[in-house]
């Protein structure tokens, strides 16, 4: 968690919060409706948000990794925790 709160503060300190991370930690996959739910932010905003985050390495389209959209919504995959998830931490 600390790795990523640092990467998004260096790399995109203008979309950086506390609550983007808690959002970005709550769950191992992330979607743009936890954001406009949460943050408060239009879907667009929201939209951008998680294409920068996606952009930096700290989440992937889980469409990408599997060619799969639900309704039309996508999944963001949260790498770190994942990982963690994975390794039972």
Known sequence: ???TKHEIQE???K????D???ILFSHPYTKI???VDELGLTR????????ELENIGILE???ILENIQIKNRK???????FARLKKGI
Not at 15 to 18: G, N
Request: aromatic letters at 14%.
């Open 61 to 63: 389209n889980i469409g």
């Open 75 to 81: 999944f963001y995959i949260n790498l770190e925790l």
């Open 15 to 18: 979309i950086y919060s506390k």
């Open 11 to 13: 790399k995109l300190p």
């Open 1 to 3: 968690m600390k790795k």
């Open 33 to 35: 409706d936890f954001l």
């Open 44 to 51: 667009q905003t929201a939209s951008k948000y998680l294409k």
């Open 20 to 22: 983007l991370i808690e």
